[in-house]
């Protein structure tokens, strides 16, 4: 049977997601195609453009240039994605950031990829009209899905607590990371080199990509952590990620804590540039109030970088031994991180022997996989895809990912630092 697969809502590429996106692509198509299917993408104009080479010879369902509009784009997948999918032939509607843009019951097959619910976890994420979009509407549209997806063991903990879907219908399709573009690389080599100099670094530094966004990535937090570290003499903080609406605030802060000579904010960089940035850090930082996965710790690793990763979310499944935890929502746990990650030469060496070796067997082309299982199986298609990477079990039954680490129940922080019980969650049934 020849499958047709429509993928839509494949964001801008400026954020995690986007990254995600540009991942899977590639690999969708080729894997499809290899078994006799074809591959449709819905965007608009600009869309494709961003995706640039990862669309391939991918068909494309281009939507027009209107729904360009974030308010405008929602509500087209909402109620206009899966009608448009089925006119195009296709037999499956896949949603790669189905936490953005989802359908409200499609009467095409549709599987949802949910990268996080941290609106469950964060008060006031983001403005009224955001929240009440994706507390209640998002949420509402995601429990249609055919088939949900969760990117780690943690967010498919978070789809069961605020969906109410059982977790036998909730598989999980972890991320990968691009061994090639994010490996070990000398100081003096050439990448390193140019991204420090692009950057303006004259110090070694520690690296935290991401978007511009408070309270949820946490850099005011941070920034305050920096300040009253030993490191805001040695070290450099770089601050890589396109803005969110936060960045008057954390350049203000910046100023205020008098670091202006200590932190850089190049914006958002491409993937050559990060990668260079990654290679180069003396410690690579996933502190976010709640992540989803945390893509950036998995691109340290594989580049033989120590990480610090938030102890709440999923960061910690993909850090393993080789990074130093913390709590995001205490600046005095965040700072010892941070002196630690530079100081511990045994986690140091560890991070470098070991890290890339780790990181490896974390592959895009897995996740292709295991997407592709979800959307045959919600074509109502079986053995049609190679598998995808199993779950384990620790002693307790618990179910861990490939590679032992079983998930534990996290708090929910507030952005003011304070910290609530899980059955604060709503939905959450506990």
């Known amino acids: 049977m020849r499958v ?13 997601i986007g990254r995600y996106v540009r991942a899977v692509l590639p690999r969708l198509n080729e894997q499809l195609t290899h078994a006799g299917g074809t591959l449709a993408v819905l965007g608009t104009a600009r869309d494709f453009d961003d995706c640039g080479s990862a669309l391939g010879d991918a068909d494309r ?17 909402l109620f206009r994605a899966g009608r448009e999918a089925r006119v195009a032939g296709a037999d499956v509607l896949l949603l790669p950031a189905a936490n953005r843009r989802a359908t409200w019951r499609s009467t095409l097959p549709t599987v949802a990829v949910v990268h996080d619910l941290a609106q469950f976890h964060i008060p006031h994420k983001y403005d009224a009209l955001r929240m009440f979009y994706v507390k209640r509407v998002l949420t509402a549209a995601l429990r249609t899905a055919s088939e949900l997806v969760a990117v ?32 070990p690389a000398e100081r003096e080599s050439s990448p ?45 903080l770089v601050l890589v990620g396109s803005d969110w609406g936060a960045g008057a605030r954390i350049r203000a802060d910046v100023a205020r804590l008098g670091l202006e000579n200590a932190v850089r904010l190049p914006g958002y960089v491409d993937d050559e540039m990060l990668a260079g940035l990654v290679a180069g850090a003396d410690a690579v930082l996933v502190v976010g109030i709640h992540e989803g996965f945390g893509l950036p710790a998995l691109e340290g690793l594989a580049s033989g970088r120590p990480v610090v990763a938030s102890q709440t979310g999923a960061a910690l499944e993909s850090v393993g031994e080789f990074g130093v935890p913390c709590d995001p929502g205490d600046e005095a746990s965040l700072r010892a991180a941070l002196e630690r990650v530079v100081t ?51 002693a307790d039954g618990a179910a861990a990912n490939s590679y032992g680490f079983a998930g534990t129940p996290r708090a929910e922080i507030d952005p003011r630092g304070a ?3 899980r059955n604060s969650i709503p ?3 506990r």
């Open 152 to 183: 780690s063991e943690a967010t498919r903990k978070d789809v069961v607590w605020g969906l109410g879907r059982s977790r036998e219908r909730v598989r999980v399709v972890y991320n990968g990371v691009d061994t090639q573009l994010f490996a």
């Open 192 to 236: 390193v080199a140019d991204a420090r100099r692009a950057a303006g670094l004259s110090r070694p530094y520690l690296l935290y990509a991401s978007r511009l966004e408070h309270p949820g990535k946490n850099h005011v937090r941070l920034l305050r952590a920096f300040a009253g570290s030993r490191l805001r003499n040695s070290h450099q």
């Open 419 to 421: 910290v609530a019980p």
């Open 4 to 16: 047709v697969i429509a993928l839509g809502g494949i964001d801008r590429g400026r954020s995690g």
């Open 344 to 394: 511990d030469m045994v986690l140091r060496e560890r991070a470098a022997a070991e890290g890339p070796a780790w990181a490896a067997r974390w592959s895009w082309d897995e996740t292709a996989r295991g997407l592709l299982d979800a959307c045959f199986s919600a074509a109502g298609i079986e053995g049609s895809a190679s598998p995808s990477r199993s779950e384990v079990r620790d």
């Open 61 to 77: 369902i281009q939507i027009p240039s209107l729904y360009e509009a974030p308010a405008l784009s929602a509500l087209w997948y």
């Open 427 to 429: 939905g959450s049934g």
